[in-house]
């Protein structure tokens, strides 16, 4: 499985951005899938995730409210809205996922096997 990571650049404190993960190799549909994030001089953290159907999702309690995942198995695809952008937003989001889950959904990095080259977001303040 290869995964890739679209949709970061520089925005402003308040706006939007919508991060995509595309999956090619194989359909990704029955895994779990996240979105990690990880800053200069940090260690990567775990910002949200989603079952394999879309019906459970969990995030990270600074993006609750402002950030949604969601999925589009037909098109073999994860995607990350994320409004009202702050300026400790900023890192590189890497999308992930999780072949040995369906529903539960990981926080830690090392639970998942496959990994994207990440996208970096910067919000201005």
């Known amino acids: 499985v290869q995964l890739q990571a679209l949709g970061g650049g520089l925005v402003q404190a308040g706006d939007s951005l919508r991060l995509s993960c595309a999956a090619s190799g194989r359909t990704v549909s029955s895994y779990v899938m996240g979105w990690f994030r990880q800053a200069p001089g940090m260690e990567r953290e775990f910002v949200a995730g989603?079952?394999?159907?879309?019906?459970?999702?969990y995030y990270t309690d600074s993006v609750k409210g402002r950030f949604t995942i969601s999925r589009d198995n037909t098109k073999n695809m994860v995607y990350l809205q994320m409004n009202s952008l702050k300026p400790e937003d900023t890192a590189v989001y890497y999308c992930a996922a999780d072949r040995h889950a369906t529903m539960r959904v990981g926080t830690t990095p090392t639970q998942y096997d496959y990994w994207g080259q990440g996208t970096l977001v910067t919000v201005s303040s």
């Open positions: 989603i079952n394999y159907n879309g019906g459970i999702t």
